[in-house]
Antibody, heavy 120, light 110 residues
Framework: QVQLVQSGAEVKKPGASVKVSCKAS????????IHWVRQAPGQGLEWMGW????????NYAQKFQGRVTMTRDTSISTAYMELSRLRSDDTALYYC?????????????WGQGTLVTVSS | QSALTQPASVSGSPGQSTTISCTGT?????????VSWYQQHPGEAPKLIIY???KRPSGVSNRFSGSKSGNTASLTISGLQAEDEAHYYC??????????FGGGTKLTVL
């Protein structure tokens, strides 16, 4: 069965970086785009960008350009999302999600979420 | 990129129908038949319930249906059940390989 398993919770200080992993299983990792979506406490969903695991190509929401980097390691079917220069308002639950339609969305499987807390 | 506009909350009684709107612009909802809807229960990851405006993934109840007119997409839930109480989010392709979510709607089953 398809599964996306994310790394554990992180606590970071303002200005630091965080790298979240998303390990895929149950399907061909390179066949589906991975998107990253975050959700601040009590707030809605916010799209951050996508990674094409086959080519390594990426595209990021304008809001995060210059601060986010999405990469992958195909040998272990794992995608990564690194966010730098963290601020307190980056505190959120970060999800990876598999897309049925590449860059066009429709997220049919989601990771369990990784809580990133930014606090001094 | 501005978020799509959804009502903050809607409600309905068991057995009734309710509709959640999702208003965008001619640059996103109005230009592409690539609107998806997600259901999220507290403490859980979102679940895909509608994609490409009207399509339901396998296993999703046919009580959920989607539509679109102009810049506004809609999710209709018929025969409301207690288990439908959740947050619902729309999402649209917005061109240039980007996506945008709505602010979310809390559905209360009275």
């Amino acid at each position: 069965q398809v599964q996306l398993v994310q790394s554990g919770a992180e606590v970071k200080k303002p200005g630091a970086s965080v790298k979240v992993s998303c390990k895929a299983s149950g399907y061909t990792f390179t066949g589906y785009y991975i998107h990253w979506v975050r959700q601040a406490p009590g707030q809605g969903l916010e799209w951050m960008g996508w990674l094409n695991p086959n080519s390594g190509g990426t595209n990021y929401a304008q809001k995060f350009q210059g601060r986010v980097t999405m990469t992958r390691d195909t040998s272990i079917s794992t995608a990564y999302m690194e966010l730098s220069r963290l601020r307190s308002d980056d505190t959120a639950l970060y999800y990876c999600a598999r897309s049925r339609h590449g860059e066009e969305g429709a997220f049919d499987y989601w990771g369990q979420g990784t809580l990133v807390t930014v606090s001094s | 990129q501005s978020a799509l506009t959804q009502p903050a909350s809607v409600s309905g009684s068991p057995g009734q129908s309710t509709t959640i709107s999702c208003t965008g612009t001619s640059s996103d909802v109005g230009s592409y038949n690539l609107v998806s809807w997600y259901q999220q229960h507290p403490g859980e990851a979102p679940k895909l319930i509608i994609y490409e405006v009207t399509k339901r993934p396998s296993g999703v109840s046919n009580r959920f249906s989607g539509s679109k007119s102009g810049n506004t997409a809609s999710l209709t839930i018929s025969g409301l059940q207690a288990e439908d109480e959740a947050h619902y989010y729309c999402c649209s392709y917005a061109g240039r390989s980007t996506l945008v979510f709505g602010g979310g709607t809390k559905l209360t089953v009275l």
